[in-house]
Nanobody, 117 residues
Framework: VQLQASGGGLVQAGGSLRLSCAAS????????MGWFRQAPGKEREFVAAISWSGAGAYYADSVRGRFTISRDNAKNTVYLQMNSVKPEDTAVYYC???????????WGQGTLVTVSS
């Protein structure tokens, strides 16, 4: 599967942004999807994940209550709605896909989110 993330940009603290990640192929619903981020000088960290059906969603403590992950299997797309953003949310955001029942994980190219104070 190939992943293309988009929607990053510059946003003021307290504002909102929606990231999208489009996947190629016809087997999107066989993948659990996730968002990760990497801030300058830091390691990549988990942000949110959603199960193949959309029934399960999981969040890092740092974003729970502010970010929402969702997916549209008909459009082969996963979203990350970011509300009440903070300067510490500044990072390159990556989407990932993990084939159900395997350890095979795929990554998109990343989209930069910059939050100004």
């Amino acid at each position: 599967v190939q992943l293309q993330a988009s929607g990053g940009g510059l946003v003021q603290a307290g504002g909102s942004l929606r990231l999208s990640c489009a996947a190629s192929g016809r087997t999107f619903s066989r993948y659990d999807m996730g968002w990760f981020r990497q801030a300058p000088g830091k390691e990549r960290e988990f942000v949110a994940a959603i199960s193949w059906s959309g029934a399960g969603a999981y969040y890092a403590d740092s974003v729970r209550g502010r970010f929402t992950i969702s997916r549209d299997n008909a459009k082969n797309t996963v979203y990350l709605q970011m509300n009440s953003v903070k300067p510490e949310d500044t990072a390159v955001y990556y989407c990932s896909a993990q084939l159900i029942g395997t350890t095979s994980q795929y990554w998109g190219q990343g989209t930069l989110v910059t939050v100004s104070s």
